[in-house]
């Protein structure tokens, strides 16, 4: 039998064979609410956009098939496919969650989902005695960034999987994968429940659309969230479903570049007088960049780092550079640089997941690396 297809393959192929009515290559874009049914009840497998439409399909095909489970679910950002994935969390329910996750994620959990009856702890997930000791008997979903936004923290999957499994509550493991992509990790098959990413990020790849997505591969968990995807309505419209798959057919090369010029970029920083430390997988000084290496195919485009002073020295970096832009997000062909206590992680501030004010974070881009390092250099001084 022939090998089945590798992810470069798929990146391009996967749910998105050629249009059956014209033979178009590309996904068509299709920018309809409603279906013609040929009587009550009977249609072509499609009734109403909210509920599905085929350019969400091949979008939900595909995605599925890179992070090499059976059901992909698309929805209109990380933060609504994360909103999702928690409302399988009964009140009454426990989770526990990494000790620096996104911002936005712990506003939802803080802020929106506790107040519904849902129990939330935070443990560094890079320790698993640390994640052993938080589960409780009513623990229902161990909740986990690897890398971390935005310390750039590991922990291990497998592992983690193999400690939900031994518990008694046998709750599951979900990953927002975001900052890895499928094309550097796989969860799924490194024993996790459930996969969700902000597509707006590399997935998408050119800063031009807001979406999320969620991969199961258990056929009664991909049942519920299906109910719960139509019942809320959190759903990407077409346009956005074809630009994200637009951007996957690419998403090998620009993962490759991104994670080669972030490798460079880490090693400036890192022997740069004016910075403190620098926190990247690659480094070889990385508390986990033995995971890293095993559980990654490359470390990935994040970087983030301390320079020497205080908040106003780190905010004099990131207003000076030119080609490193000042912004929120992640993940585009273009740099990014950010203060992410300010920023991206200003909903954390006075908690025990605040970031200390002098952390800046950059987002890599495909750019020429000696034009990225000569623009930090000339900021940094």
């Avoid at 983030?304 to 080609?323: C, H, L, M, N, Q």
Wanted: net charge negative.
């Amino acid at each position: 039998m022939p090998n089945p297809p590798r992810f470069e393959t798929l990146a391009i192929h996967a749910g998105q064979p050629p249009d059956s009515a014209t033979g178009a290559v590309m996904t068509p874009i299709y920018q309809t609410s409603t279906y013609v049914q040929v009587a009550v009840g009977q249609h072509k497998g499609y009734e109403y956009s909210r509920t599905g439409n085929p350019t969400r399909r091949a979008l939900e095909d595909c995605l599925a098939a890179l992070e090499g489970g059976r059901f992909g679910l698309a929805f209109s950002s990380g933060m609504a496919a994360i909103d999702t994935v928690l409302r399988l969390v009964a009140s009454g329910e426990h989770v526990v969650a990494g000790d620096d996750v996104y911002g936005g994620t712990f506003r939802l959990f803080d802020k929106v989902l506790k107040g519904y009856g849902i129990e939330f702890n935070y443990a560094d997930t890079a320790d698993l005695d640390a994640v052993h000791s938080a589960l409780r008997p009513n623990t229902r979903l161990i909740w986990v960034e690897t890398p971390t936004n935005p310390y750039l923290n590991l922990c291990d999957l497998r592992a983690l999987a193999d400690m939900a499994r031994a518990h008694a509550s046998r709750p599951w493991l979900g990953v927002d994968n975001t900052f890895a992509t499928p094309y550097l990790q796989q969860p799924l098959a490194l024993g996790a429940d459930i996969v969700a990413h902000s597509t707006t990020k590399y997935l998408g790849g050119h800063s031009d659309v807001v979406g999320g997505a969620v991969v199961v591969n258990d056929e009664a968990i991909s049942e519920r969230l299906h109910f719960l995807q139509n019942a809320i309505g959190a759903v990407p419209g077409p346009m956005d479903c074809w630009l994200v798959l637009r951007g996957i057919k690419t998403l090998p090369l620009r993962m490759d570049r991104h994670g080669e010029n972030a490798m460079i970029v880490a090693q400036f920083l890192a022997d740069h007088p004016n910075v403190e430390r620098v926190m990247y997988p690659g480094l070889p000084d990385h508390p986990q960049h033995a995971l890293a290496t095993r559980q990654m195919r490359n470390y990935g485009g994040m970087i983030s780092f301390v320079v020497k002073g205080d908040e106003a020295a780190a905010r004099r970096v990131v207003e000076s550079t030119k080609i490193f832009q000042l912004a929120e997000s992640l993940g585009g062909i273009e740099s990014l640089i950010e203060l992410p206590a300010a920023m991206t992680h200003a909903s954390v501030a006075g908690s025990a997941l605040a970031v200390e004010p002098a952390l800046i974070r950059l987002s890599v881009g495909l750019e020429h690396k000696d034009d990225l390092i000569d623009d930090l250099r000339r900021a940094i001084g």
